[in-house]
DNA sequence: AATGAATGAGACTTCATTCAT
DNA sequence: AATGAATGAAGTCTCATTCAT
């Protein structure tokens, strides 16, 4: 796993495991609080209540630890969902679940995914050409096109572009963020059935009732 | 006209005016080009061929500037798509002309949509909250729930949130931009007849056929 | 008159001298107002309903602008004061008169005043030192010292340095902008008395009486 | 001690109390000789042999520097006089070594009197107000008044306002930074000695010879 | 392993001054 | 005679990073 050990090879203490969690962690409660552009050093190492230095011992560059708030909340991402996808059989399910238990993991992953946008939008190269874009997102977003592809290929679904469609799901789900930050009763639920509900209707084979 | 008025209520001079939309448009270029958090008033200057003093000579603040670049890019963008959404009757015409209009600004305002997307990020008030939330956008995302609820009430549009449908809408439209930035061959007609069908069949009512 | 001539030794216009006048009386407000530092051009200019560049046409430099002010606000005092005093004939009632006089322009001229208080502490040559000292101040305070002086010739006044009290008078004179500083209701008569009674007892002979 | 910790309650580390004091020492010696509006932060740092980033580091913002300037100059002052008054049993002895004392302060601590009373004019607050008013020094003031009023209330003093005389006091003891500045050879023994008779005369009862 | 101290670059902004119109 | 526009220097402050302890 790319997050216990170095670059070098070596595994990472426990100490050290620990400590890389734990900035990570208020680097997280940071970024959403405040905005990644407003999250220095100094900030995080307020949050956690460390030293400054501390974050620079641990993470060659700022850049690294970002990095590696972006791996944590992927993989977590990924590990709460795939399997339970997987667990499916007809792809309309597969869609549902993975819409479902996506929106359930950006509830119990609010700040998480609060960070995970900023820096998306914010992490470029040092070229100024952004540094996160579909590519690298290609992993979930191949995910998803799977499934469309999956159920074009059995006939569930109709005819429409995979590419097309997996975006939208993908920006539909973080949806989800944007009504969040502006309403606090949001009902997670509520916007998962809904969503489902859309995108089934939006891929499902539609001449079945002709 | 808002954005060729000063806040004292004089009109602008031509030369101010033609000033201000010229940093506007190098702020536009850079913030597309290299993000919101590189884009320093310096090197907006830069790329315009001027001093640094000139912008603060023309703009308060950057903030001001900024705001600028937001007003210009929504009015226009309503400017552009408005006329032809209430041209239409049906409000599954609206919906999909909403849509391939929404597309086709997006694709001659890429660089100010792209810029529009980072300063939304990461645009904050003072105390860390987002300046520039859903409820910002209420305005859009009202014109398109209206649509929606016309839709509900006529008969043509089936049982869904049309808050969710809204934002899944405006999810969708800008998930261009990310296509975008990631394929340089990417076929903005497809896209937008994609989507258009994609919330035709989320939208209708489905059991006409039943 | 300095104030009417410039450099070259050519008389000034009348619409020349009018607009210098109102330069100069604009920025007399704003530095007494809102401090020397943070008297910029721009203020001023804003202040007197004119545009920035109108001062830096009238005056060489922000330097001469303000030693215009003081050079007025001198001139002025000098005229309110030294006629009142010279139509005194004993020394005591010189200084008596002095200080009444000298309280009184302080209440008429506030503002001015107040500016040149502020001017004479910031304004400095390139080197940094003080441009405005005692010895600039020569022809008042040798005014006041010529009093004190005649006193002690004519045998009305004691024997004390009168280098070190015509410091005091000046500095206990402009204790007055102080006192006006902090409260509102200050009653100048009653200062003017107080300090003419303070001073009459710390120059006359004492032995008279002995 | 107000000055040795900081406002989280926390003592400062023996290293950065030693550059602050180096600091503020710095910051004297500017002020006193380019004055207060020249005092830039680079200059300090440069006089300092240090960064200019250090002084940010040790000081939140450049008003936390002055007005720690200002503290350190009156807890000083008053530490040197106060003791030395609090000795005497007359209201006469009193008032006459203040005011001896106070010289004597001025004398060796003449930068930081140079440096506080160019601070005293120009510290404003946001809004233009003169942050330091003769509100500020109550204290100081407040003590010479008592002693004023308590010489009234034995009969040793005559009738005059309390305020007043304490303005012009402590105005006459400012009076010799004005000299000081003008006069390389200022003999200072002779103006306290020159003031304090002044002040005798000035206050005692007159009419116990008549 | 951790820290406090220091640095130097770069951010935004203000300002006196110059200049073409 | 006046103005608006532009400049470039200098101001304070923030920040990621380095380093001795």
Redesign the pocket.
């Known amino acids: 796993m790319r997050s216990e050990n170095k670059a070098g090879g070596q595994d990472r ?1 426990f ?2 495991t620990a ?1 890389r969690a734990q900035i990570v962690g208020s680097a997280i409660d940071v970024i959403a609080e405040v905005g990644y552009a ?6 995080i190492a307020e949050h956690a209540g ?14 690294e630890l970002v990095q590696q708030i972006v791996d944590d909340a992927m993989t977590a991402g990924d590990a709460a969902v795939r399997p339970l996808v997987e667990a499916q059989t007809t792809a309309a399910d597969m869609l549902r679940v993975y819409i479902e238990a996506s929106v359930e993991f950006y509830r119990t992953h609010q700040r998480h995914m609060l960070a995970l946008l900023d820096i998306w939008t914010n992490l470029r190269t040092q070229d100024g050409r952004q540094r996160l874009g579909v590519r690298d997102n290609e992993n979930e977003m191949g995910d998803v096109e799977q499934i469309l592809r999956f159920g074009q290929a059995t006939g569930e679904f109709g005819e429409f572009s995979t590419r097309v469609m997996a975006v939208t799901v993908k920006q539909a789900v973080d949806g989800v963020l944007l009504l969040m930050a502006a309403y606090d009763d949001l009902d997670f639920d509520v916007y998962a059935r809904e969503l489902a509900g859309l995108f089934d209707r939006a891929t499902r084979k539609e001449d079945r009732w002709r």
Do not use: C, N, P, T
């Open positions: 203490s100490i050290e400590r407003q999250a220095s050093l100094a900030r460390i030293s400054k230095g501390v974050i620079s011992y641990h993470f060659d560059s700022k850049d």
